[in-house]
């Protein structure tokens, strides 16, 4: 019965990927195509709650479903196969289904041989944020390492960057400490938030981005992307008409994803981000920050709005949880004319010209921002943020021109 239930939900899949959404993602592609790349394979895929056609139904039940294709292993990213946690996750067994789930973000973050066993394809479906140190880039990464030294395809099945694809923002983290970062690192778990040199910001799909990584990391595997009908490049996530489905515990919205790459450093600050809230990445603060002096020290943004805001994280595990914190919200007004990644350096400044003896940042800082000079520039040098982004704008023009020839859309 729960096999007929699901291929009625397949049924479905091929239905609505022909007249129901302007963009259709690569899993309904897949479907239409009849699971082509699968079919006769043992197939492991990388996954969470975000892998879905567009009828909602989990890629993880479409391929458990799909004549000719055998599913025998899935694996998680950070936040867990439903993308619901926060806490580093030990690898168990699917309820649903019965597969065995290999977590990716325990012990190891890279699949490992043995969890490779008997896997003929590995299939990647996780819908990305657009920013580079969301950890599910550095996953994909560590997915290309083991489709090559199993000799086996990775097939990506591509999905909308909810960020759009034009703008470009951010530093472009030094290539050879990446590398010497990821030699390294045996898990690979040090290395999911500063995988790859690309900008904070970098407009590409998650597709997209597995054949740059392929080739100018040289891994060189059998990468087979399954593109995307519809996308086009100018398009942020409200104009796909595909429900937001949160890709983590705290993504709850498309404007926190867009707030991400300019704020999100912020969390490696004595900060809360607001975890646990209904705002997560709109608000920032502590129980000793003050709102009207922070304002104070920051001038007028194109394209965004400051305001005073209190709230209590209660996320676990995370800064100040059940404590009141005064901060500020972040609200964007114009999006066409918002320098977000420039933004995120206003507010760490004005709120440390406030706190100078309270404000700190923490060991991920520095590579998640990508320049390890900013927060000195900041403040003890006194430099303004437009001289540190401008120090930038080097690598973002060599890294446009370098994606150019791995754009899909």
Request: with cysteine; proline share 7%; charged share 20%.
């Amino acid at each position: 019965m729960a096999r007929l239930l699901i291929l009625l939900c397949l049924a479905m899949v091929l239905s609505a990927a022909d007249s129901r959404a302007e963009v259709i993602p690569g899993i309904d592609i897949l479907a239409r195509r009849n699971f082509d790349l699968l079919q006769g394979k043992r197939v492991g895929l990388i996954t969470n709650n975000s892998g879905r056609s567009i009828n909602g139904t989990s890629s993880i039940d479409l391929l458990a479903a799909a004549p000719g294709v055998q599913l025998v292993a899935l694996f998680s990213p950070e936040h867990g196969i439903r993308g619901d946690s926060d806490v580093k996750l030990s690898s168990g067994r699917d309820t649903r289904t019965g597969l065995p789930v290999y977590s990716l973000y325990g012990a190891s973050c890279r699949p490992t041989p043995e969890m490779m066993t008997g896997i003929q394809t590995l299939v990647f479906d996780i819908q990305g944020i657009g920013t580079r140190f969301y950890t599910y880039i550095g996953t994909l990464h560590h997915a290309l390492l083991a489709a090559k030294q199993q000799g086996i395809p990775l097939v990506v099945l591509d999905r909308p960057n909810p960020l759009g694809g034009m703008a470009v923002e951010g530093a472009v983290p030094d290539a050879d400490e990446i590398s010497r970062r990821i030699a390294a690192d045996k898990t690979g778990c040090r290395s999911l938030t500063v995988a790859h040199p690309i900008p904070t910001r970098h407009g590409l799909t998650i597709g997209e981005l597995a054949r740059l990584i392929n080739a100018e990391a040289k891994i060189n595997a059998n990468l087979q992307v399954v593109s995307m009908e519809g996308w086009k490049r100018e398009l942020l996530w409200q104009d796909t008409n595909l429900p937001w489905i949160n890709p983590s515990p705290n993504m709850k919205d498309p404007v926190a994803a867009l707030l991400y790459p300019g704020f999100g450093p912020l969390e490696a600050t004595n900060l809360s981000v607001a975890r646990g809230t209904d705002k997560p990445f709109h608000q920032y603060g502590a129980p000793w920050l003050d709102p009207a002096a922070v304002l104070k020290n920051l001038p007028s943004l194109a394209g965004l709005k400051f305001s005073v805001a209190s709230f209590t994280p209660t996320a676990p595990g995370h800064p100040y949880r059940g404590k009141l914190c005064h901060g500020i919200e972040v609200t964007i007004t114009d999006l066409k004319t918002a320098n977000l990644t420039l933004a995120g350096l206003y507010l760490a400044q004005a709120i440390y010209r406030a706190h100078p003896k309270q404000y700190r940042i923490a060991g991920g800082f520095r590579g998640m921002l990508g320049d390890n000079a900013a927060w000195k520039m900041l403040t003890t040098e006194s430099a303004r943020p437009d001289q540190v982004t401008a120090r930038w704008q080097q690598g973002i023009e060599a890294f446009r021109k370098l994606r150019k020839s791995y754009l899909l859309y």
